[in-house]
């Protein structure tokens, strides 16, 4: 029996991962697809405190791991299909239909990026269709691409995407950006980047390979063709709380809700990071959560058996 | 088995003329889901051994291959069967997924 299985190998995740080994827990990660979760699609985190210059997503999450696995981590690349609660003794059940018995369950499945669901995304996926510039970026050197969206996301890869592709189109379906202000300053300043707003995407077109998008502008229905090569999409994110929605309790747009101790509506099951309800989605605060429900968790432990 | 190193110059012998399937892993230093997916290759490449090879293809030296299997997106894992695609898998994903797909080519 584990004493703490943690669900995804994020910053949430592996941090939750540190403490709990470092506390002397036997503890085990399973991550269905690559550990570093959401940020190693970023090309650099300058808001993780402890680098002044700046750091990738994927150095940064190195680190993490290596950090995690010192203190004698179990790691397994297993997605979980779902998990049950006895009391006392709970079960993560594994993609390969292993089931694991474990004494508390921290949840740290982060979030997956929305889909714009239109015409030509799923076609061209790979095509031209990508939701990680730092991926795909350099595929596109000197060739015009589209960015949707208009969240800090949206602009930070925009303006990565300037130093690359030879114009850079920003089609939000507002009329103002949701970024934050530093980077809509650099935004507004880089000569590369077009703004278009009021305007969402109807259909990506291409034959082989992109080669435009067809937008609409919100305010009169009025439809045009941008010729690009790529589209980068930074629409939002959406929980990935469907394989645990039975057991916890979730709020209306399907967050996690916990409370300061990171305690789910279960005793003995925690939440940590960009899948619980909270104001600020980041790396740091998705470690800080994991920290927090790694020790509540060791607490737990101490308390009940 | 260990992972093949490939490159344009040994991309025929390797890749197009071997007598098993081939999984080649076109990949990127600056790209981070490419390095975390790596040891799920690794893994693979030692589970299969014998019955697959396991290529890594590294798109910044080696440009001429990428651009002619129109590859626009990495990490990108395609299915080498006597020479010709029969399969590829785009972006990070489970790796019972990169086994399916393998287990249906077997
Ligand atoms: C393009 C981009 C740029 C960003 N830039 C910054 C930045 O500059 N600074 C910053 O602080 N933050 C940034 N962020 C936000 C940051 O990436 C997230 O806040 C952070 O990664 C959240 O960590 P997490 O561990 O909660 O979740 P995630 O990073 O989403 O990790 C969750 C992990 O769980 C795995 N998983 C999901 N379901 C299951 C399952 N059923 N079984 C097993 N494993 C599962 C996933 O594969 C994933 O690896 C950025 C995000 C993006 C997309």
Request: aromatic share 8%.
């Amino acid at each position: 029996m584990y004493d703490v299985i943690i669900i995804g190998g994020g910053p949430a995740g592996l941090t939750a991962g540190l403490y709990a080994a470092r506390g002397g827990l036997r503890t085990l990660i399973c991550e269905e697809k690559v550990f570093g979760g959401q940020i190693l699609m970023s090309y650099e985190v300058d808001n993780y405190p402890g680098f002044p210059k700046g750091i990738s997503g994927m150095d940064l999450m190195d680190n993490f791991i290596k950090q995690a696995e010192k203190f004698g981590v179990e790691m397994n690349y297993e997605g979980v299909k779902s998990i049950e609660d006895e009391g006392k003794t709970k079960y993560v059940v594994l993609s390969n239909d292993t089931k694991l018995s474990t004494k508390t369950i921290i949840i740290a499945a982060g979030a997956s990026p929305n889909k714009l669901n239109c015409p030509g995304e799923k076609k061209f996926t790979g095509k031209g269709v990508s939701y990680c510039a730092t991926c795909d970026g350099a595929f596109f050197r000197g060739r015009p691409v589209a960015v949707v969206g208009g969240g800090d996301s949206a602009l930070e890869e925009a303006l990565y995407l300037a130093n690359l592709a030879s114009k850079v189109y920003v089609i939000h379906r507002r009329d103002q950006l949701r970024a934050v202000k530093v980077l809509q300053d650099r935004a507004f300043a880089n000569k590369k980047l077009e703004f278009i707003f009021n305007h969402v995407v109807k259909e990506i077109q291409g034959d082989k390979f992109v080669n435009g998008v067809l937008i609409e502008n919100t305010q009169t229905g009025e439809l045009s063709r941008l010729e690009v090569e790529g589209v980068f999409i930074y629409i939002g994110m959406t929980p990935n709380t469907k394989f645990v929605e039975d057991l916890i309790k979730l709020d209306e747009d399907g967050y996690i809700i916990v409370n300061d101790r990171m305690e789910t509506n279960i005793p003995g099951i925690f939440a940590a990071g960009d899948i619980r309800v909270t104001p600020l989605r980041q790396v740091l605060t998705a470690a800080s959560d994991g920290a927090i429900a790694a020790s509540c968790a060791q607490k737990y432990i101490e308390m009940n058996f | 088995m260990a992972e093949v190193q490939l490159t344009q110059s040994n991309w025929e012998d390797e890749v197009l003329n071997s007598n098993i399937p081939v999984l080649v892993d076109f990949w990127a230093p600056w790209c981070g889901p490419c390095r975390m997916v790596a040891p799920v290759v690794a893994e693979i490449a030692n589970e299969y051994e014998g019955k697959l090879k396991v290529g890594r293809l590294n798109t910044d030296e080696e440009p001429e291959i990428a651009v002619r299997y129109g590859i626009m997106s990495i990490p990108t894992l395609m299915i080498f069967k006597n020479g010709e695609v029969v399969d590829q898998i785009i972006g990070a994903v489970p790796k019972e997924y990169i086994v399916e797909k393998l287990e249906q080519i077997l």
